[in-house]
């Protein structure tokens, strides 16, 4: 009989990191039955949709997020237990949803890994005993976690990062300037203010002011806009050039970039462009995030090199004059910027050239069949 698989996603990128697994998977196991609650990345690898995830990509502590998980959440148990029957579960990121899944799913005593699992290194270390508790097998992305999950006795492995696997290659860079109109003789600085629309609240404003201000001092600098996939093509407005689906394109051939801090950072660190990172929320977040958390690091290059390599400007330092006189030092200053893209290479040499969707497909199949 064949074996079925369920996969739990809850944004556009768990989407897209858990397409790489089902496409290895399927060529290990051609008959697999595989449902998700996911998005178009794991349609096109032929994975029916039990739900669409578009909806759960919320983020915030409020009434209508929390009631809408718990709507969700027992659609999910109710078909899995009654219907669907799986042998193995796969939850991928989105750790808030996903960790309250995963204490149903132990009821139902049904296999659970789980892939990207939450930061707990990072911050609210009391995650552990779900994991712990509820989670058969974790798949770790970066070298580090597998360290900190055996100290407390998870069963944990390394994995490689999706992100070394799904980035193109980009060489044609005066291509993308003639295409987009830009000035092969100006430097070019890519600004991404965020993928979710609070971080587009508190950053935009803020990078706006810093490029006024360069602008007012340089006029050799030419700025465009990342418009992330996740947002809504409505999600901001800016007078200058914005793209949506030349985000990787844009990290790779600009001279700097100023970043929200996030996932892109590491993008960026694989190009080797050199960036600063500015973040900034609600102030009540960040209290609580400063009790909880078990680093003092927030950019990833400096958390998985151990070492300053990229300027963090969080909340009150994240200020237009800050991030103007930082950009202006990384472009101008030839030390600086080798600085930065030694920690860039650094970075890349320790997440090394894994293909993380086969060794976590391989995990998957040995649990299935026994070996």
């Known amino acids: 009989m064949a074996k079925k698989v369920f996969i739990i996603t809850g944004e556009y990128s768990g989407d897209m990191h858990a397409a790489l697994v089902v496409r290895e998977l399927k060529k290990l196991m051609a008959d697999v039955i595989i449902e998700a609650v996911g998005e178009s990345n794991l349609e096109k690898e032929g994975v029916k949709l039990f739900l669409d995830h578009s909806r759960m990509g919320k983020v915030g502590l409020n009434f209508e997020t929390i009631f809408q998980h718990y709507i969700m959440g027992s659609k999910i148990i109710n078909y899995l237990k009654n219907d669907y029957k799986p042998d193995l579960v796969l939850l991928v990121d989105y750790g808030a949803f996903n960790l309250q899944i995963s204490k149903e799913l132990k009821k139902l005593k049904i296999k659970t890994f789980y892939f990207i699992p939450p930061q707990i290194w990072a911050s609210r270390k009391h995650r552990l005993k779900t994991i712990k508790k509820n989670i058969d097998k974790v798949f770790t992305i970066f070298p580090f976690e597998k360290d900190f999950y055996d100290k407390y006795g998870i069963n944990a492995q390394f994995v490689g990062h999706p992100i070394v696997d799904e980035l193109p290659q980009c060489n044609k860079k005066e291509e993308f300037f003639r295409k987009n109109n830009l000035d ?10 965020g993928s979710r629309v609070f971080e587009i609240h508190f950053l935009l404003k803020i990078f706006l002011g810093a490029i006024k201000l360069i602008e007012d001092r340089r006029q050799d600098i030419q700025f465009v806009f990342s418009h992330a996939n996740s947002l809504k093509d409505d999600a ?13 394109e844009l990290l790779a051939y600009s001279d700097a970039l100023i970043l929200a801090s996030g996932t892109v950072a590491l993008e960026a660190a694989l190009y080797e ?3 600063l990172i500015a ?34 400007l969080l909340m009150f330092k994240a200020n237009k004059k800050n991030v103007a006189n930082t ?5 101008d200053n030839k030390e600086k910027r080798e600085f930065i893209v030694e920690g860039c290479k650094k970075t890349k040499e320790l997440l090394g050239n894994y293909n993380c969707g086969k060794n976590v497909a391989n995990a998957i199949k040995e649990e299935l069949l026994g070996g």
């Open 273 to 275: 462009t050199p960036m």
């Open 236 to 248: 901001f407005k800016v007078n200058y050039k914005t793209l949506k689906n030349e985000n990787r």
């Open 184 to 193: 092969i003789n100006k430097k070019l600085v890519g600004v991404f203010p």
């Open 279 to 312: 973040y900034r929320g609600p102030i009540f977040f960040y209290l609580v995030y400063l009790l909880l958390r078990n680093i003092k690091k927030a950019c990833l290059v400096n958390i998985i090199t151990n070492k300053d390599y990229i300027d963090e």
């Open 327 to 331: 950009l202006l030092e990384i472009l």
